[in-house]
């Protein structure tokens, strides 16, 4: 996630909370991308060290778990600058040009130089982002995809290039029969009904096969896996997209909660403030009197009861407010509950981070050291393929 500071409720609903759900089924890492941030805001990086500070306290709040969770800072792993680096000697300058939210966003920043390589390459760096940790699978938004599907193109051109050893079949055989002959020949089938009649049910078979094995090495794995396809070594896995379901969390203005917008409700906000914000929101604008019926789908808190409250409320509220037979406070009073009960227990878990950073600090510095010892597995069989292992 990129530096931007404290976080809102948007924010929670759209990551966060799938975030807290991901780390009890998969092994993950999550980090503050303070490089990125420096792709538009390299002239006034002065704010981005606090941000990331406030930003990692919003996660623990959120119910991020450093027990289940690697969490760490960006710049903390220069191993993510190594393999950028290296992914770039044979990344076409096309690839990154065409993607889609490259041109976008210099339209939307025109007040911004992006006229720099930083800001054409992190597409780029994403890429090593995932590619470094050797990821399965990476939880992103609709708009998103496409970065997934470049980082995809990048490994399969990548192991293309480095991933055929001048013994890679013979490896490969002897590797099959570490397996044990049970699971060995059971393998042989699969590839062969993959490679002679393609069935892909099959290959799917033999990947789950393979990563099954607790008895072989990495690199005879990533060797198995290639070979199913009849290419070479698998040095870097393609990743798949995981979609994050789409947040529903509107604004006070019912347009999407943002901080550009002005709309938004901070996730450890002050209770009092919190509904003070909401008691003031806008309602439906025809709606003047409280005795003129108002229509809720043109109204910002219907929105946010579609997120906050139980059907009996919302039938409450459409009835209520179709007949003019409750007042806009009335309307807005169970949704501000609703929030402020949903963020009680965020609050409760910020305190005590907030009170002591160097348990913060303490948190990501072992977040950091974890990243780090992954991060060197992948670069060192990178460094060897590329010829840049001199041990």
């Known amino acids: 996630m990129r530096s931007t500071g404290k976080l809102h409720l948007g924010h929670y609903h759209g990551v966060l909370k799938n975030w807290v759900k991901l780390q009890h089924e ?18 006034s990086p002065w704010g981005i060290q606090g941000a990331v500070w406030d930003m990692i306290v919003d996660w623990l709040a959120a119910g991020v778990d450093p027990g289940s969770a690697t969490m760490f800072i960006q710049s903390k792993v220069p191993e993510h600058a190594e393999l950028h680096l290296l992914l770039s000697m044979i990344t076409p300058l096309g690839w990154l040009e065409r993607v889609p939210t490259y041109k976008d966003q210099q339209e939307a920043l025109k007040e911004k130089d992006l006229a720099t390589y930083g800001f054409l390459g992190y ?7 995932i590619l470094i940790y050797r990821a399965g699978q990476v939880p992103v938004g609709a708009d998103q995809v496409s970065h997934i ?25 002897a590797a099959i029969k570490k397996m044990g002959k049970k699971t060995a020949k059971l393998y042989v089938n699969l590839r062969k009904k993959y490679t ?4 892909d049910l099959a290959l799917e078979t033999a990947r789950a096969l393979v990563r099954d094995q607790q008895n072989i090495s990495l690199s005879d794995r990533d060797r198995l896996l290639g070979y199913l396809e009849g290419g070479g070594k698998v040095i870097l896995p393609e990743p798949q997209a995981l979609l994050t379901p789409d947040s529903k969390m509107p604004g006070l203005d019912g347009r999407k909660m943002s901080k550009s ?5 901070s996730l450890r906000e002050d209770p009092e403030e919190v509904a003070l914000k909401i008691k003031t929101m806008q309602t439906d604008p025809q709606r003047v009197r409280r005795t003129d019926p108002g229509d809720p789908e043109k109204c910002p808190v219907w929105q946010l009861h579609q997120v906050y409250s139980p059907d009996s409320t919302k039938a409450w509220v459409w009835e209520g407010c179709t007949t003019a037979g ?58 060897q393929v590329m010829g840049l292992s001199y041990d």
């Open 26 to 43: 998969y092994e993950c890492f999550f980090f503050a991308a303070d490089w990125h941030a420096l792709t538009t805001h390299y002239e």
């Open 123 to 129: 597409p780029l760096l994403q890429s090593a982002d």
């Open 149 to 173: 599907e470049l980082t995809r193109e990048l490994a399969r051109r990548f192991n293309h290039i480095y991933g055929r050893e001048p013994d890679f079949e013979a490896q490969a055989e």
């Open 196 to 199: 002679e009649q393609g069935e």
């Open 261 to 265: 917008y002005g709309n938004f409700i």
């Open 326 to 383: 409750i007042g806009c406070i009335e309307c807005k009073k169970p949704v501000a509950e609703a929030v402020i009960d949903e963020q009680q227990p965020m609050r409760e878990r910020a305190k005590r981070f907030e009170k002591d950073p160097r348990l913060v600090r303490s948190i990501i510095a072992d977040g950091n050291d974890r990243a780090r010892d992954a991060a060197k597995q992948t670069l060192e069989e990178v460094r």
